[in-house]
């Protein structure tokens, strides 16, 4: 764990950090899984935008790990966007800064989330997962997460495979609070 690290709610003046963090870590971690022209063409302007979106949408969380200032990772999810996916909340994103991956600050981030979202024992939080991301599918497969669906996505004028996840609550299952 990386020590001085704080998860907290997100707030509208996050969304630039959050926006800039975004794009680094898609630049970094989906070169060579997503076309070069899309990554370079991602505009922190246009993710902020989206983020603050994402922070009003009734129902919805959205948090930081911080450090001081610095924002290092974030987490958002709440209603599902689609309900053919079949479950009542998603994760809508889960990223942590490139430099900081594999220390703890995504797990938790996801636990964070649970807390707010208030999930009960019966429920699942779904996420959506490019099919190459081995990092992203490896990390969910920690917390106790099972594939569920196959389906695709569709960024700039192509379509990625991508894979879902089903996530249980903490202590139903999951792994998020045993490791």
């Given at each position: 764990m990386t020590a001085g690290v704080h998860v907290r709610q997100g707030r509208a003046s996050d969304a630039d950090a959050v926006a800039r963090l975004l794009v680094r870590t898609w630049r970094t971690n989906y070169r060579g899984l997503v076309a070069d022209g899309f990554l370079d063409r991602l505009s922190s302007e246009e993710q902020?935008?989206?983020?603050?979106?994402?922070?009003?949408?009734?129902?919805?969380?959205?948090?930081?790990?911080v450090e001081g200032r610095t924002v290092l990772g974030f987490a958002c999810g709440g209603p599902a966007r689609d309900p053919a996916d079949r479950w009542r909340l998603e994760l809508y994103a889960l990223?942590?800064?490139?430099?900081?991956?594999?220390?703890?600050?995504?797990?938790?981030?996801?636990?964070?989330?649970?807390?707010?979202?208030?999930?009960?024992?019966?429920?699942?939080?779904?996420v959506w997962v490019l099919a190459g991301n081995d990092d992203a599918r490896a990390f969910y497969e920690r917390v106790g997460g099972r594939p569920r669906a196959a389906g695709w996505l569709d960024l700039g004028n192509r379509r990625y495979p991508q894979v879902s996840y089903v996530l249980d609550p903490p202590g139903v299952g999951s792994k998020i609070l045993a490791n």
């Open positions: 902020a935008a989206r983020q603050l979106r994402l922070m009003t949408r009734p129902g919805a969380c959205h948090r930081v790990a990223y942590v800064a490139p430099r900081l991956q594999g220390r703890g600050i995504g797990r938790r981030l996801l636990e964070a989330l649970w807390r707010d979202l208030g999930v009960q024992a019966a429920e699942e939080l779904g």
